[in-house]
């Protein structure tokens, strides 16, 4: 039965490529309004959504059709998600899956856990739809530049159609697997950055401390073995303490850090540096910080 309708499913997807690609897309805030504005310039046929509805408004501006009603029917081909934690999605999904048309393709660009991605993937694929996570890295910046990296778990051919969905939108598109896959990847990337960020916040510290000056640290140590994206971004922020704009959310890490630690003791894995690195971004959140910049971790070593 699968089989069948995931063939159905592909007649549809061809027709509506022949038709253009009509996207909705749902949850704009720091990423989400960029992605939005660069599919709009893109030419795509653009629907948006916010619980905030205010958060539409320039948009709509720009030529954007405001959703306010999630449970009738999307007319789009591809509706994309991104949204802040797993109950956000789980909210949203139970709005719009019992509407959902055979060959529509969600892409979830949220960060959730893999396990709250294959239960929607499931329930999705019963309306001979697709659901594909597709989490992201990059930051605001690669929003906003269109130079995301894409890590996409599900359907290889409900992937293969969204190319020129993806385009505006990333430089790399990787499918990582099966459903979920996408959101494994995701956590790794964040292990990996938050142990990185929360040491670029010690470093700064001791060169501070130490009579160095901070914002020499990211143009020297450019292009060694200590560099990276994270490095040149939040070095600078951390040695002039500018927390705005704010680009990365200190719970939005600190989310994704909580479902890799419940995702390795679930398998029995031991992650120490990343279970240090959580802590200290709780206690940014303890004192307040949660919707701050992550650069402002550093005000942890200024007392």
């Not at 916040?201 to 200590?226: I, K, N, T």
């Not at 279970?275 to 402002?296: C, E, F, H, I, K």
Request: proline letters at 3%; one cysteine or more.
């Amino acid at each position: 039965m699968v089989t069948t309708s995931l063939r159905s499913s592909a007649d549809s997807l061809a027709r509506w490529e022949r038709a253009g690609v009509r996207v909705a897309f749902l949850g704009i805030g720091l990423m989400g309004s960029r992605m939005s504005a660069r599919l709009l310039q893109a030419g795509h046929s653009l629907s948006v959504w916010n619980r905030t509805r205010s958060a539409t408004d320039p948009l709509a501006a720009q030529g954007a059709q405001v959703l306010t009603d999630l449970s009738q029917p999307l007319d789009a081909a591809v509706i994309g998600l991104c949204l802040a934690d797993d109950t956000a999605v789980q909210q949203v999904a139970s709005q719009i899956i019992p509407q959902l048309q055979a060959g529509q393709i969600v892409v979830d660009f949220s960060s959730i856990t893999a396990e709250t991605t294959r239960d929607l993937s499931q329930r999705t694929q019963a309306r001979g739809a697709y659901w594909v996570d597709a989490p992201v890295s990059g930051g605001v910046i690669g929003a906003e530049q269109g130079t995301l990296v894409i890590f996409a778990g599900g359907d290889a051919m409900a992937i293969a159609q969204l190319t020129d969905f993806f385009a505006p939108l990333s430089q790399r598109v990787t499918h990582m697997g099966n459903s979920g896959a996408g959101q494994v990847t995701k956590i790794c990337n964040q292990l990996i950055v938050a142990a990185n960020s929360t040491l670029i916040a010690e470093a700064v510290a001791l060169a501070q401390r130490a009579g160095v000056d901070a914002s020499q640290l990211a143009p020297a140590l450019a292009g060694g073995f200590a560099d990276s994206k994270p490095l040149q971004i939040l070095a600078p922020r951390m040695a002039s303490q500018t927390f705005e704009p704010v680009q990365w959310k200190v719970q939005t890490l600190n989310k994704d850090l909580n479902n890799a630690l419940n995702l390795a003791q679930s398998l029995g894995l031991s992650i120490p540096v990343a279970q240090q690195a959580q802590q200290r971004l709780q206690q940014q959140v303890d004192t307040g910080q949660a919707t701050a910049d992550l650069s402002s971790i550093i005000k942890l070593y200024l007392n």
